[in-house]
């Protein structure tokens, strides 16, 4: 092989050593919406970081999300809605529970009547939600206080063990007692959406 061919097949390698990769991210890689600057402060402003996320993705999958308004929904905003294509799933107050898809986060933000948004869930993880609990949680959103801590009562598949105490704390939450598969904690309310993720968990009410 002489030294021209040799340079020619190195050159060929470091090309493909640079542009495999973006061809397996183009082919494989999570594909991404592109947003406007003024699109990303909007979300910046209005919305929490996990929303955010979702707003970047190009996937049609609907999810729960809690929309805070600036006025009472039902005395301002129930005929606007009702006419949207956006579903209601509960409302209290200047807050609403609504089932959306990535797509709808920022024409929903774009809505000078909106003050915040932020993400739960999928739809199937509020049946895991105690009602008199998601009533409380669109209260304490609209009245701005969802970031003080409340006790809530865990029921858990079992007593659980090391790895459930790892997933709460992660959760943003601190055990307060436990009673087999009954545990009681405190943290955050705007923190539940954390612990929905987390399937050990059978049901979440408020603790007495």
Not at 8 to 15: E, G, H, I, N
Not at 31 to 55: F, G, I, M, N, W
Not at 123 to 152: C, I, K, M, Y
């Amino acid at each position: 092989m002489n030294r021209n061919t040799l340079a020619r097949r190195l050159a060929s390698l470091l090309l493909l050593a640079v542009f495999l990769p973006l061809a397996c991210g183009c082919l494989f890689g999570e594909k991404r919406r592109v947003l406007s600057p003024s699109d990303e402060e909007l979300l910046v402003a209005k919305a929490d970081p996990r929303l955010r996320k979702e707003a970047e993705t190009v996937g049609t999958e609907q999810f729960a999300a809690i929309a805070v308004y600036r006025n009472d929904i039902f005395l301002h905003h129930s005929e606007a809605l009702g006419k949207s294509s956006l579903t209601v799933l509960n409302e209290m107050g200047r807050a609403a529970i609504l089932l959306l898809s990535p797509g709808q986060i920022v024409p929903l933000l774009k809505d000078p009547s909106l003050q915040k948004a932020a993400w739960i869930g999928p739809q199937g993880r509020l049946a895991r939600l105690d009602p008199s609990l998601e009533l409380d949680l669109l209260s304490r959103f609209g009245a701005g206080t969802e970031d003080r801590d409340v006790n809530l009562l865990l029921r858990l598949v079992d007593v659980g063990g090391a790895a459930e105490e790892r997933a709460v704390i992660a959760a943003g939450f601190r055990i307060v007692t436990k009673a087999g598969p009954n545990w009681v904690v405190a943290g955050p309310m705007m923190a539940i959406p954390k612990l929905l993720e987390y399937d050990r968990i059978n049901y979440i009410e408020k603790a007495s």
